[in-house]
């Protein structure tokens, strides 16, 4: 699928809402709990899960090894997710400066 930026997907199989940050031209697979995100709007019956782990925390970013992307968890869930089947990473804080 085509990400742009300010898109919002959700999940087919639990509560999970993201937002693109950040996204790259080529077209990506974004998975949660191993079956595809969509479009806000167009989650319809949830459905089984085919892949369990440790789900996203809300307000937190994500990123994925590889790739240049960046995504805004903005509903939490119970599942994992993963781009082109690399799972998503939390992005760290950068740290500030000195204030001498």
Do not use: F, W
Request: aromatic share 0%; with cysteine; glycine share 12%.
């Amino acid at each position: 699928m085509k990400l742009t930026l300010g898109q919002t997907l959700e999940s087919v199989v639990d509560s999970t809402a993201l937002v693109v940050v950040r996204a790259p031209a080529e077209d990506l697979e974004v998975t949660c709990g191993g079956r595809g995100m969509v479009p806000k709007g167009e989650a319809g019956e949830p459905v089984e899960a085919a892949a369990t782990g440790a789900g996203l925390l809300l307000g937190k970013r994500y990123t994925a090894d590889g790739l240049d992307i960046e995504l805004l968890c903005v509903k939490g869930g119970e599942h994992p997710v993963a781009v082109n089947g690399a799972e998503v990473a939390q992005k760290s804080a950068k740290p500030l400066p000195a204030s001498d």
